[in-house]
C-alpha cells in the first residue's frame, strides 16, 4: 500500500481481555516500531524490529505487552490481560533503514485502544 | 537516560504571530534531530531533520528549527503562523549509533483565527 496502515482503528475492550493491533508496513521497509502515546505524555517507544536481526523489546512495559513480526512485514502487538492503563493510541511506523543511516519514520493513523 | 523535553504544552497565537517551541535533549553525544507534525485528525509527519551540516534546519510550511550544540537545543521557529499551522509538534532525538528514537512529550499549537 501507499502507506502504513493499521488496524482495527478503534478497540474497546474489557478489563482482563487480550487484544491484538496489527501493522502493515510500507512495503520494503526493513524496520518497524511501535509506540504508544498517552494524552500528555508524548510518544512511548515499545518494540522495534530490523530485518532478521532480535528486535529492540526495551520500551515493552511489562510482561503483558508482546510483538512479533512475521516474514519481515505485517507486525502484530498483542497486550495480555488489559489494564485501564493500558488505553491509549498505539502507533506503528516504517522505515527503509535504521541506526547511523537514519531514514525517515512513515506513521501509520495508529489504534485507539479503550480499556473499560 | 537520553530525554528530549519540551518545556510548552501549549501555545497559544494570532495569526502572523512569530513562533518558537523549544525543544532541549540530555543527551551529549553525536544526534540526529528531528521535528513531527500531527494535524488534527492526520498521521505523524516529518517537519523537518537534522543530521550534520549547516545547524540552521529548513523544513515544509515555512518551518525552520536550529540546533545549538553547546545549548542541546533545537527549537523549532516560523516568523509568520498561519489558522493551519493548528497542531500538535514533537521533538525527537536519536543518536547517531543507536535505532531508538526518543520523542518529546509534544506541543499543542492553537492558531486564533
Known amino acids: 500500500g501507499a502507506g502504513v496502515s493499521q488496524s482495527p482503528s478503534n478497540k474497546v475492550t474489557e478489563k482482563g481481555k487480550d487484544v491484538e493491533l496489527r501493522c502493515d508496513p510500507i512495503s520494503g521497509h526493513t524496520a518497524l516500531y511501535w509506540y504508544r502515546q498517552s494524552l500528555g505524555q508524548g510518544l512511548e517507544f515499545l518494540i522495534y524490529?530490523?530485518?532478521?536481526?532480535?528486535?529492540?523489546k526495551s520500551g515493552l512495559p511489562s510482561d503483558r505487552f508482546s510483538a512479533e513480526r512475521t516474514g519481515g512485514s505485517v507486525s502484530t502487538l498483542t497486550i495480555q490481560r488489559t489494564q485501564q492503563e493500558d488505553s491509549a493510541v498505539y502507533l506503528c511506523?516504517?522505515?527503509?533503514?535504521?541506526?547511523?543511516?537514519?531514514?525517515?519514520?512513515?506513521f501509520g493513523p495508529g489504534t485507539r485502544l479503550t480499556v473499560l | 537516560a537520553q530525554s528530549v523535553s519540551q518545556h510548552n504544552h501549549h501555545v497559544i497565537l494570532s495569526e502572523a504571530a512569530s513562533l518558537e517551541l523549544g525543544c532541549n535533549y540530555s543527551y551529549g553525544g553525536t544526534v540526529n534531530l528531528f521535528w513531527y507534525v500531527q494535524y488534527p485528525g492526520q498521521h505523524l509527519q516529518l517537519l523537518l531533520k537534522?543530521?550534520?551540516?549547516?545547524?540552521l534546519v529548513k523544513g515544509i510550511k515555512g518551518f525552520e528549527a536550529e540546533f545549538i550544540k553547546s545549548k542541546f537545543s533545537f527549537n523549532l521557529r516560523k516568523p509568520s503562523v498561519q489558522w493551519s499551522d493548528t497542531a500538535e509538534y514533537f521533538c525527537?532525538?536519536?543518536?547517531?549509533?543507536?535505532?531508538?528514537?526518543?520523542f518529546g512529550s509534544g506541543t499543542r499549537l492553537s492558531i486564533r483565527p
Open positions: 511506523a516504517s522505515s527503509l533503514l535504521a541506526g547511523e543511516h537514519y531514514n525517515e519514520q512513515f
Open positions: 537534522y543530521f550534520s551540516g549547516d545547524p
Open positions: 525527537a532525538v536519536i543518536r547517531s549509533s543507536a535505532s531508538k528514537i526518543i
Open positions: 524490529f530490523q530485518g532478521n536481526s532480535a528486535p529492540d
